[in-house]
């Protein structure tokens, strides 16, 4: 068998630290004035109700002499719970008042949102999106030109970015639309009226986003939303409120007010602290007790909280960032409990093995042997009840919820939390507290400093 090469450990550990570093405070790119999020900070995540309080709004029509039945009731409440999970705010609660023609939600605040006005405006937009002829508007500010397209026309939509000189050094923000059968032949027909001789406005909820001229017909039903788009965050926004469907009638908030916390920002950060003291204390616990087991297993037990960490803050980019309550909380403290006892059963087996008689090799070679089935199976246990968790209390759309759709289903974010930090607890602890662990504590084992018996446990020889 191939050995672990000796520098193995340091290269994972300083990994490990890098990730931990940039999990916690981020990173950020400064071009003069503009700040620009490439890794969100733990400061952004997006504490749920019971931490920092939220929002509760009630909408309903902004015409209210329109009637409005049950059916366009559920239709609103529906997309706005769409716009709410494609944007992973899981904490929420939303129903309808058919007698009084009203919307009832209530969610978490983001990081930067302080007011309720400001945060009803991530799910009140209307999005009413619609391309016209030309860019001309009427004495109201209104589009003159024939409508091309509806956001009904619209199949899907996407963010990105496109260069925006030759050399490929600067860029904006887009949204990409896929358009509808519908809606390729409406605009393969506009676009060869108007290439190279007209343009194509784009109205987003009655105001111009961008007014693009037609250069070329295009029949694959492929559009871009370009201009106002400052951070990715703005397009990805765009593009998740135009995916869930523009609402059935326009609303408005007939009232709001802001829900108080169960615990306030001085209890959170008592809690954080806390953290922090209970896991350099058990740090040095597991040192003390199992000398550079307990070493290597301090630097995974890093690791693996700064990935939970990461899959909260949608450090990886194909997770959004993620609503964390305080049954979330417990179940990243459960998580770490969990990770400790991997590695300790680890630990444990090798100085079994070291007791009799095994050398340094042979103990951790056939003490992680050993110990992988009864680590495998405890986790793959705690695994299935947290996938179950998320099934049964997500929202009904979601990939978990469609899994167990046969269930009676509840979306309850606060249990959704718990399931959805356990399952990454348990993902992250075969990571770190299964492989990485290892990986090091072979590495390491082959430096002559560490090719003693007591350094894992065993007597002094």
């Known amino acids: 068998m191939k050995r672990t090469p000796k520098w193995a450990f340091f290269i994972v550990a300083i990994l490990i630290l890098v990730f931990g570093y940039t999990a916690v405070f981020g990173v950020y790119t400064t071009y003069g004035d503009r700040t620009d999020t490439v890794i969100r900070s733990v400061s952004e995540i997006r504490w749920g109700i019971d931490i920092r309080g939220g929002v509760d709004v009630t909408f309903g029509p902004k015409d209210e002499a329109v009637p409005v039945d049950a059916a366009d009731l559920e239709g609103v409440k529906s997309i706005i719970e769409q716009r709410l999970v494609s944007r992973n705010i899981t904490d929420y609660e939303a129903y309808t008042d058919a007698a009084e023609q009203r919307v009832i939600v209530r969610f978490p605040f983001a990081s930067t949102t302080e007011t309720p006005e400001e945060a009803v405006k991530e799910i009140g937009k209307t999005a009413m999106l619609e391309f016209h002829y030309g860019n001309e508007t009427d004495s109201e500010g209104k589009p003159t030109g024939k409508l091309v397209l509806t956001g009904n026309d619209v199949e899907s939509a996407s963010p990105d970015y496109v ?49 693009p001229d037609v250069r070329e017909h ?142 340094i090799d042979g103990a951790i070679r056939s003490g992680s042997k ?76 082959r430096l002559k400093l560490f090719r003693k018996p007591w350094f894992y446990g065993g007597d002094r020889a």
């Open 163 to 211: 260069p925006t000189d030759e050399a490929g050094t600067k860029y904006e923000y887009v949204v990409e639309l896929k358009l509808k059968e519908s809606g390729k032949k409406a605009f393969s027909d506009a676009t060869a009226e108007l290439a190279g001789k007209g343009k194509i406005s784009i109205w987003l909820d009655g105001e111009m986003r961008s007014d």
């Open 218 to 359: 295009i029949s694959n039903g492929i559009a871009t939303i370009s201009g106002g788009f400052e951070t990715y965050e703005d397009a990805k926004y765009l593009a998740d409120v135009i995916t869930a469907g523009s609402l059935p009638f326009e609303i408005e908030a007939k009232s709001l007010g802001s829900i108080s916390p169960t615990m306030g920002t001085g209890a959170l950060k008592a809690m954080a602290i806390a953290a922090v003291i209970a896991l350099i204390a058990v740090c040095l616990m597991m040192i003390v007790t199992y000398r550079l087991p307990g070493l290597v297993a301090a630097i995974a037990l890093l690791g693996q909280m700064a990935a939970s960490v990461a899959a909260i803050t949608g450090y990886f980019g194909v997770f959004d960032s993620f609503t964390l309550t305080l049954p979330g909380i417990a179940g990243l403290i459960l998580s770490i409990g969990i990770g400790v006892d991997c590695n300790v059963i680890t630990a444990e087996a090798v100085r079994e093995e070291l007791r009799a008689g095994k050398t």
């Open 370 to 445: 050993n110990s992988f089935w009864a680590i495998f199976d405890g986790n793959i246990t705690v695994l299935i009840v947290a996938v179950v968790l998320m099934g049964v209390f997500g929202a009904s759309d979601s990939l978990f919820g469609l899994l167990f759709s046969w269930l009676p289903m509840s979306t309850t974010g606060t249990v959704y939390s718990f399931g959805y930090t356990l399952m990454v607890g348990v993902v992250t602890n075969f990571i770190f507290g299964i492989w990485a662990s290892r990986l090091m504590l072979r590495s390491v084992s």
